[in-house]
C-alpha cells in the first residue's frame, strides 16, 4: 500500500496550525489575567498612596497644632501646605467641638486630636500660625 506524500504532509500541516491556535489561546488567556492582576494591583497601590499621604498630612497639622498649644501665647511659625497630595486632591477642617483636625480625601479621611481651639483658615502654600490668647490662630 502506497501513501501519498502530499495527503500525509496536510494532516501534519493542520496538527501544526491546531497547536499554534491552542498555545496562542493559552498565550491570550496569561495575558488577560496578568493585565487583570497588574490592574488591581496598581489600584491598590494608588489607594495605599493617598491614605500614608493623607495621614501624614493629618498628623503633621496635628503636631504643629498641638505644640503651639503646649508652648503658649507668643508661639509663630510658618509651615508649607501642599496644593495636592499625590496627584489627589483633599479637604481639611478644625471641628472646635470635637478639638480635631479632619482630613477627608476620595476613598478616605482621618483626624488628629487638638489640644486648644483654631480659628481662621489654612490655604494651600505658606501658612502662619500663632497663639493668641489660648487659641491658634491661622494666616
Do not use: H
Not at 34 to 60: H, M, N, P, Q, W
Not at 113 to 139: D, I, T
Amino acid at each position: 500500500m502506497e501513501v501519498d506524500a502530499r495527503a500525509s504532509g496536510g494532516g501534519r500541516r493542520a496538527q501544526a496550525a491546531l497547536e499554534f491556535m491552542a498555545m496562542a489561546a493559552v498565550a491570550g488567556m496569561v495575558l488577560a489575567i496578568a493585565a487583570v492582576i497588574a490592574f488591581d494591583y496598581a489600584s491598590y497601590a494608588e489607594a495605599e498612596k493617598r491614605t500614608v499621604s493623607g495621614d501624614g498630612l493629618c498628623l503633621l497639622l496635628g503636631r504643629e497644632v498641638n505644640v503651639a498649644a503646649a508652648v503658649g501665647q507668643g508661639y509663630e511659625r510658618a509651615f508649607y501646605l501642599p496644593l495636592s497630595m499625590v496627584q489627589f486632591e483633599y479637604v481639611v477642617s478644625f471641628d472646635n467641638d470635637a478639638r480635631r483636625v479632619e482630613v477627608g480625601w476620595q476613598g478616605g479621611g482621618c483626624f488628629q486630636p487638638l489640644l486648644v481651639n483654631v480659628s481662621g483658615v489654612l490655604a494651600p502654600g505658606w501658612n502662619r500660625l500663632q497663639v493668641q490668647n489660648g487659641v491658634v490662630v491661622l494666616n
